[in-house]
């Protein structure tokens, strides 16, 4: 599904942060990898270098974190100019931490769209 928006780039990048948030406590040798103090800006890093698994390539317009500092996220956004392209399949909790929180992309970019028009919101 595709998912509409006019900055693509900042949604996904809150729907990492999002899901990264949502999914817990590092999980079995994700000890290793966990750190503290983690930003949006630090998972989007990490997502967008393959950064717990440096070699790994990661086209431009995609962005993906599989364990991310430790947490299984299991997510992979697509995005350009149009939006971003959700994954429609069913997401199991014990790959994807975050689907105990959000129970779909679509449930997430909601999510993130909301956090996003939230922080934007001045005060007058």
């Not at 949502?22 to 998972?43: C, I």
Request: charged share 25%; with cysteine; proline share 3%.
């Amino acid at each position: 599904m595709i998912f509409k928006t006019d900055n693509p780039q900042q949604l996904a990048k809150r729907m990492l942060f999002l899901a990264y948030e949502a999914s817990g406590e590092p999980l079995g040798m994700g000890v290793f990898q966990a750190r503290d103090g983690v930003t949006e800006e630090n998972v989007w890093e990490n997502c967008n270098t393959s950064g717990d698994y440096p070699g790994h390539y990661t086209p431009e317009g995609m962005v993906r974190g599989d364990y991310v500092f430790g947490r299984m996220m299991k997510i992979r956004i697509v995005f350009d100019e149009k939006g971003l392209q959700l994954s429609e399949n069913k997401l199991q909790w014990d790959y994807q931490a975050w689907s105990t929180k959000y129970k779909s992309y679509e449930a997430l970019a909601k999510a993130a769209e909301a956090s996003l028009l939230r922080s934007n919101y001045v005060e007058l």
